[in-house]
């Protein structure tokens, strides 16, 4: 069984035996969706909440909550897979400086897992878990051919979703 691993602002796919990981989640999401029918999955590990403009869309879908649903949808129909036979999990979204610092910029966090919810929520996809918010970083491990996600804080808490 090998890890393909999602960088910063990606998303990928995978069917068994693959799982999909990203690692260093803090104020990042990782929005996954699963076809349990047709055992694929997907993971986006997304930096912002919204593509202010379409010419970002391009540059990379992953990147934001808004494009990486839109693109991993795109992809799910592209193999006959529509948005009504997906469900999602998303984890991350912390607060890594938590009272350290004041402002609208600070709360990148919570703007990410919001976004994440209302484009799921746009494509009708199913939110049957989450582990979000918070002060700890995450890492994630999806495993395709069962749609478990395993979350890994930097305290040493495992959960699994």
């Not at 998303?11 to 699963?34: N, Q």
């Amino acid at each position: 069984m090998s890890h393909i691993v999602v960088g910063i602002a990606e998303f990928k796919f995978a069917e068994p035996p693959h799982k999909l990981v990203t690692y260093g989640l803090g104020s990042c999401v990782a929005i996954t969706c699963y076809a349990k029918e047709a055992i694929i999955g997907s993971m986006a590990h997304v930096l912002l909440p919204h593509a202010y403009s379409s010419s970002h869309d391009n540059e990379a879908p992953g990147k934001f909550a808004d494009s990486a649903v839109a693109a991993m949808v795109q992809q799910m129909e592209i193999r006959d897979i529509g948005p009504s036979r997906l469900i999602a999990k998303i984890a991350g979204g912390a607060d890594m400086f938590a009272g350290q610092f004041m402002g609208s910029d600070r709360c990148i966090g919570a703007r990410n897992i919001l976004a994440a919810r209302k484009a799921l929520d746009k494509f009708g996809i199913r939110l049957v878990a989450q582990d979000v918010g918070g002060t700890a970083g995450r890492t994630v491990e999806f495993a395709t051919e069962s749609g478990l996600l395993v979350v890994r804080t930097l305290r040493g808490e495992v959960k699994q979703l």
